[in-house]
């Protein structure tokens, strides 16, 4: 599972649409990224995995795809959505769907819901997972703190069918155009897999 490419580590939890800005004219941009060890939502995915995106806003609303290399095949995300902002005030309603090429995992589609103010975020993703033996239904809640001067921290759960905790720290600068992050990942036992570092590189264009 993966969405939007963020500045901060291409591995980085789902996309907000309360960040995303309300602009007058369309705009198309491009990424490009690669990362020491792919997590999502304080869940392992792979080692050393390249991605590449495409994004477009006007007015508020935003479309875009990612994709990025799970072993096993690709992950391929879709994502579309609405967001405003009215002065420190943000909010956001889109839908995401993760969906596969080889046998990694399976389809995964969900309603985003995010509300923003200041340095502050909250997510709150409701979804269904199309597990073989029987469709499950969960829920992502997600606070994010912008600390300023590159800094940033997630804590997420889940919540319905699924279960698990975790807490992310995040660290983002850039040199010679390039986006570079490293991530500290601390899930809970429910997640498992233990703690890490993920160095982060991306682009975008």
Do not use: C
């Not at 939007?4 to 369309?26: E, I, N, R």
């Not at 103010?117 to 269904?128: K, R, W």
Request: avoid cysteine; glycine fraction near 16%; charged fraction near 15%.
């Amino acid at each position: 599972m993966k969405a939007m490419l963020k500045s901060l580590s291409v591995a980085a939890a789902m996309a907000g649409a309360a960040s995303v800005p309300v602009v007058s004219h369309a705009d198309v941009s491009y990424n490009v990224g690669f990362v020491s060890e792919y997590y999502y939502r304080g869940f392992f995915q792979k080692s050393s995995s390249a991605s590449a995106g495409i994004d477009f806003e006007e007015g508020g609303f935003y479309a875009g795809a990612w994709t990025a290399d799970v072993g096993d095949g690709l992950e391929v995300d879709g994502y579309l959505g609405y967001g405003v902002e009215m002065g420190d005030l943000s909010a956001g309603v889109g839908f995401t769907g993760y969906y596969y090429t080889g046998d990694f995992d399976n389809t995964y589609e969900e309603i985003n819901l995010n509300v923003g103010y200041g340095p502050l975020s909250l997510e709150y993703s409701v979804g269904t997972y199309d597990d073989p033996a029987a469709e499950q239904d969960y829920s992502f809640t997600a606070l994010s703190a912008d600390l300023g001067a590159g800094f940033a921290a997630t804590y997420g759960s889940f919540g319905q069918d699924f279960e698990g905790a975790y807490f992310q720290a995040d660290y983002g600068f850039s040199v010679a155009e390039l986006d570079l992050g490293v991530s500290l990942i601390f899930p809970d036992d429910d997640i498992g897999g233990g703690e890490a570092i993920v160095f982060s590189v991306g682009k975008s264009f």
